[in-house]
């Protein structure tokens, strides 16, 4: 079936901009996660939604960052007034409780 | 809180050599645990888990074994081969309500020919 997709698959903005990247879940998966991979360092985590519950923001490095998700469909993850730092991969992947969590190929976010 | 630390790389060994990646957590409660690989250039994969105290896990001539008592859950290989450059992570899973995966920062492996 269908794995975790994520879109754009790179993305090239300028300071200051503000950026969305999108993922779209495996069907019927419940949970949904945000890391963050600066190059050749570990993942780090950012956000996390589980069903209808309040999601688990405490990663989020700013206030620059947020995340949306609707139900258990679609997520965005939108960095406001891009910084250079922010430069990294965003990996998402979803899960179903008792399964174990698909990852999506990323979105390579470059800003310049 | 709730931590996965893995030893730092990147790690150089020669083709047929014995891998060992050490992985240690810290956890409330009775986590499963994971190990991914990232090849270059690719995403994230699961390379081998493991659910409860004293599983093995194994995949690819890959091992790990669940060891509650020393918090550990080291990443083996008998005979790495040039193909197994990656960089692996090592994750924890809390199978409670938060449900929250916790990564270590990955230990980068090159394998000479």
């Known amino acids: 079936g269908a794995g975790v997709s994520q879109s754009p698959s790179n993305k090239v903005t300028e300071k200051g901009k503000d950026v969305e990247l999108r993922c779209d879940p495996i069907s019927g998966h419940t949970a949904l996660y945000w890391y963050r991979q600066r190059l050749g360092q570990g993942l780090e985590f950012l956000i996390y939604f589980q069903g209808n519950s309040a999601p688990d923001k405490s990663g989020l490095p700013s206030d620059r960052f947020s995340a949306e998700r609707t139900g258990e469909s679609v997520s965005t993850l939108t960095i406001q007034r891009t910084q250079q730092e922010d430069s990294a991969v965003y990996l998402c992947a979803s899960s179903q409780f008792g399964t174990d969590p698909s990852f999506g190929p990323g979105t390579r976010l470059t800003v310049l | 809180g709730d931590s996965v630390t893995q030893m730092e790389g990147p790690v150089t060994l020669s083709e047929e050599a014995f891998l060992t990646i050490n992985c240690t957590y810290t956890?409330?409660?009775?986590?499963?645990l994971f190990w991914y690989v990232q090849y270059p250039g690719e995403g994230l994969q699961l390379l081998l888990k493991?659910?409860?105290?004293?599983d093995k896990g194994s995949n690819k001539g890959f091992e790990a074994t669940y060891r509650k008592e020393t918090t550990s859950f080291h990443l083996e290989k008998g005979s790495v081969q040039v193909s197994d450059s990656a960089v692996y992570f090592c994750?924890?899973?809390?199978?409670?309500?938060?449900?929250?995966?916790?990564f270590g920062k990955g230990t980068r492996l090159h394998i000479l020919p």
């Open positions: 493991a659910t409860k105290a004293d």
């Open positions: 956890a409330t409660g009775y986590p499963s």
């Open positions: 994750a924890l899973r809390l199978m409670n309500r938060d449900d929250k995966i916790i």
